[in-house]
Each structure stands twice: as structure tokens, then as C-alpha cells.
């Protein structure tokens, strides 16, 4: 019987590829190294694939913007009263008639509408005294149109017309107007700053990923030196709202020309 020699036979050097029992088994004698190769190769190509993807990772660069709108009251509110006290009651109505008479006349020639001009009237009795009071009221967006019809007031009627210190505010759904101003102003200005950076690093701005409001304030009035409220500028002042929005925004960058991107930034 020949006996063979398996030490002529053994190679000089070999590594190993490591596969599970399973899948040797479940092959074809003939193809099992070879499938084991592309295996193996394929199990590399997906270790290199998942490094390179760790090392070069999405790049994104968060800035924050600030955004503040003030504005000062579009309203004014004028209140003028007229107030006679008589012995006789027709006496005082047909004084305070003449006196409103003259009072609606200047509001209307200063195109107050007659549907912005609401009247009160209202009678008492002091002693033997019968007082008859009537009241006008007009909200006006025009602080001249209030200051000629005070002024002209004060000049042509006596102490019996009263003209009430005026009521300042903001009309119905300015306020939210004013915070969705301050909100697109610090997204805007944190745009201009990512720009910056992307310039300075040779990349392009992409689109914002994920916008964060860190704060908002709304402050009313302004520092005055001085003190009497009675001026109207100082009432002004003092019903003006300063809106202050703070965001952090996260913008991706993506690969351009080292030259600087010419972005308008509205």
C-alpha cells in the first residue's frame, strides 16, 4: 500500500478568514473558498464604509441672532367734557347744547368720522343746583389731528370744557405683529452671521435645519428725564414697546468655490 507524504506537501505559510461553521457547511465543496473571499471582502468594504462615515460627519454650524422692533403707541384716546350747573335745568341743558354744538363741529372738521364720535349725557342734582354733563369721546391714530382740536379747545372755550388727559395704546393684534418682526429679524441676523462663517471657510450656506427660541421680552416705556407726565411726548415715551426675540439657528454647509458667495441677505 502507497503511502503518501503530507509533509512534502504542506505549505509554507497560510492565514485565516473567519467564517462560521454554518455557513462552511451550507456550501458547495468547490465554491466554499471562494465564497468565503467575497464574504470577507464585502465584510471590510463595510467596516471601511461605516469609519469613513463616522470621520467625515455632516457639517452644520449653529449661530444665534438677536432681533428688537420698538415701536411707540398708533392710538390716542381724546375725551372732552362739558359740564354746566344751573338753578334751572333747561338753563344748564341749552348752555352745555351750545358748548357741544361748537365741540362736534371742530371734531368733524378734522374728518373725525361721525361713527368714531360716541356722546354721553348724564344729569345729577347738587343742593339746589342741576348739573348736566356730556361727555365725547374719539380714538384717533393721529397725534396732530388730537393736538389741533386741543389747542383750538383751550383757545376759543371756557373752564366749563374740559379736555382729559389722553389715553395712549397699541390697536388689537399690533402686539403680535410686532413679535413676528422681532422673530424674522433674529432669524435674519443669525443668517448673516452663518454666512460669515461659511465664507471665511470656503463652504456655502445651506438651508436652516432646526430653529430654537431662546428668549423673548416685551418692555414698555422709555428712559425720561423729565418727570411731568402731562407733556404728551412724555406719555408717548412711556407706552412705547421695545419687542426683543433671541433664536439659535443650526444651518447646514455644504462643499463650494473658495471665492465668497454673493447671498443678499433681505
Same mark, same amino acid.
Given at each position: 500500500?502507497?503511502?503518501?507524504?503530507?509533509?512534502?506537501?504542506?505549505?509554507?505559510?497560510?492565514?485565516?478568514?473567519?467564517?462560521?461553521?454554518?455557513?462552511?457547511?451550507?456550501?458547495?465543496?468547490?465554491?466554499?473558498?471562494?465564497?468565503?473571499?467575497?464574504?470577507?471582502?464585502?465584510?471590510?468594504? $463595510?467596516? =471601511?464604509? $461605516?469609519?469613513?462615515?463616522?470621520? +467625515?460627519?455632516?457639517?452644520?454650524?449653529?449661530?444665534?441672532?438677536?432681533?428688537?422692533?420698538?415701536?411707540?403707541?398708533?392710538?390716542?384716546?381724546? =375725551?372732552?367734557?362739558?359740564?354746566?350747573?344751573?338753578? +334751572?335745568?333747561?338753563?344748564?341743558?341749552?348752555?352745555?347744547?351750545?358748548?357741544?354744538?361748537?365741540?362736534?363741529?371742530?371734531?368733524?372738521?378734522?374728518?373725525?368720522?361721525?361713527?368714531?364720535?360716541?356722546? +354721553?349725557?348724564?344729569?345729577?342734582?347738587?343742593?339746589?343746583?342741576?348739573?348736566?354733563?356730556?361727555?365725547?369721546?374719539?380714538?384717533?391714530?393721529?397725534?396732530?389731528?388730537?393736538?389741533?382740536?386741543? +389747542?383750538?379747545?383751550?383757545?376759543? !372755550?371756557?373752564?366749563?370744557?374740559?379736555?382729559?388727559?389722553?389715553?395712549?395704546?397699541?390697536?388689537?393684534?399690533?402686539?403680535?405683529? !410686532?413679535?413676528?418682526?422681532?422673530?424674522?429679524?433674529?432669524?435674519?441676523?443669525?443668517?448673516?452671521? $452663518? !454666512?460669515?462663517? $461659511?465664507?471665511?471657510?470656503?463652504?456655502?450656506?445651506?438651508?436652516?435645519?432646526?430653529?430654537?427660541?431662546?428668549?423673548?421680552?416685551? %418692555?414698555?416705556?422709555?428712559?425720561?428725564?423729565?418727570?411731568? =407726565?402731562?407733556?404728551?411726548?412724555?406719555?408717548?415715551?412711556?407706552?412705547?414697546?421695545?419687542?426683543?426675540?433671541? =433664536?439659535?439657528?443650526?444651518?447646514?454647509?455644504?462643499?463650494?468655490?473658495?471665492?465668497?458667495?454673493?447671498? %443678499?441677505?433681505?
Amino acid at each position: 500500500m502507497n503511502e503518501m507524504n503530507l509533509a512534502g506537501n504542506k505549505p509554507t505559510s497560510f492565514y485565516a478568514i473567519p467564517v462560521s461553521s454554518k455557513s462552511v457547511l451550507s456550501m458547495q465543496p468547490i465554491q466554499t473558498v471562494k465564497h468565503i473571499m467575497e464574504d470577507y471582502q464585502k465584510q471590510q468594504l $463595510a467596516l =471601511v464604509s $461605516a469609519q469613513n462615515g463616522k470621520e +467625515n460627519p455632516k457639517r452644520t454650524v449653529t449661530v444665534n441672532g438677536t432681533g428688537e422692533i420698538k415701536m411707540p403707541p398708533n392710538e390716542i384716546k381724546l =375725551v372732552i367734557v362739558i359740564v354746566s350747573s344751573k338753578a +334751572n335745568i333747561e338753563e344748564a341743558k341749552l348752555s352745555v347744547q351750545r358748548r357741544y354744538e361748537y365741540v362736534y363741529q371742530t371734531m368733524r372738521k378734522y374728518k373725525i368720522n361721525e361713527s368714531n364720535i360716541f356722546v +354721553n349725557t348724564s344729569y345729577s342734582r347738587r343742593d339746589e343746583l342741576y348739573e348736566v354733563r356730556c361727555e365725547l369721546s374719539s380714538m384717533l391714530s393721529d397725534y396732530k389731528i388730537f393736538l389741533q382740536i386741543y +389747542n383750538i379747545l383751550i383757545e376759543k !372755550l371756557d373752564k366749563s370744557v374740559k379736555i382729559l388727559e389722553p389715553e395712549l395704546s397699541h390697536s388689537a393684534n399690533r402686539i403680535e405683529s !410686532l413679535k413676528r418682526q422681532a422673530t424674522l429679524q433674529a432669524i435674519r441676523n443669525a443668517k448673516r452671521t $452663518a !454666512l460669515d462663517i $461659511a465664507n471665511s471657510v470656503g463652504l456655502q450656506l445651506g438651508k436652516p435645519c432646526e430653529i430654537f427660541q431662546e428668549s423673548f421680552k416685551e %418692555t414698555y416705556g422709555e428712559p425720561i428725564e423729565i418727570i411731568d =407726565v402731562k407733556y404728551l411726548s412724555n406719555l408717548i415715551n412711556e407706552k412705547t414697546i421695545k419687542v426683543t426675540c433671541n =433664536v439659535r439657528v443650526t444651518f447646514d454647509l455644504v462643499k463650494g468655490k473658495s471665492k465668497k458667495i454673493m447671498e %443678499t441677505v433681505k
